[in-house]
């Protein structure tokens, strides 16, 4: 009787742990399993807002290239060598001015082309010597772009429907004028450039503003005009222009050119130059078609 009585009480002790076990509540996960279990998931991560980086814009120079003499020159010019003979002249020999006219290419690009270096006056040549011109049949335009709220231009050729950055420059500007469209006496829109180019040495005088003036002290050496309007322009072409920083007398009493007129606000609307790259944009626009483009704010 007593065993009969020990067993029933065992079994009941044993049923009442398993129906306690079932019931229990579960333990919690250690929180490093959790947090594994989340990474693991296919839900994409949340990404982090920032602040957008500012990146400086990276100075362009492919100047060098349209006078190169080797493979590494531009796909808008050829090199060529000289020789007084040629079959588009048949009664004389051809000189420089003869190969510039034939190609459409400046006295000023040949000559740089010809002496290495940024010299477009002299002209010698010999039998043999080489030199770069445009490539003949080719479509080749030019377009320059200025930024009135950073005084910056960027120099493009455009091949057809190919668009390629030469070079940027620093320029100067008009004076600000909250009254114009502008704000400033630059004036926004596109415009052609034309052909009533000029040179100016020291010593050459005209008239500006009604006042005979040393050119150069004014316009610096070279004067490229706008011609007319060709879209969204908020004043007329004329006399409008691109040319170089004026000139001032030196502390020795010799004519030099004033930088400091570069970045400023300070022309009458005019787009200012140094003398180097007004020089060198004039000997490589001027037998092409050329635009300016001003705008408030460029984002090439």
Known sequence: MKVFITGLILLFGAIGIIGWLKNRPKTMAPVETVQEIALGTSQAPIPIQTAPVQMEEPEVDRIPQLFALDSSELPIVETISFTSRVPWLKDRPAWIADYASHFQTSRHFIARSLNKKADYFTQKVHPGDRFNVFKAGKDIKFNLVVDLSKARMWFYYL??????????????????????????????????????????????????????VEMIRVFGTRWLPFEKEVEGCTEPAKGFGIHGVPWVSGADGQLIEDKSKLGTFDSDGCIRMAADDIEEIFAIVITKPTTVEIVKEYHP
């Open 159 to 212: 091949d057809g429907k190919e668009k390629v950055l030469l070079k940027t420059y620093k320029v100067g500007l008009g004076k600000k004028d909250s009254h114009r469209p502008s704000g400033s006496l630059t004036p926004i829109g596109k415009y052609a450039l034309g052909e009533k180019i000029a040179i100016y040495k020291p010593g050459v005088t005209g008239f500006f503003q009604d006042e005979k």
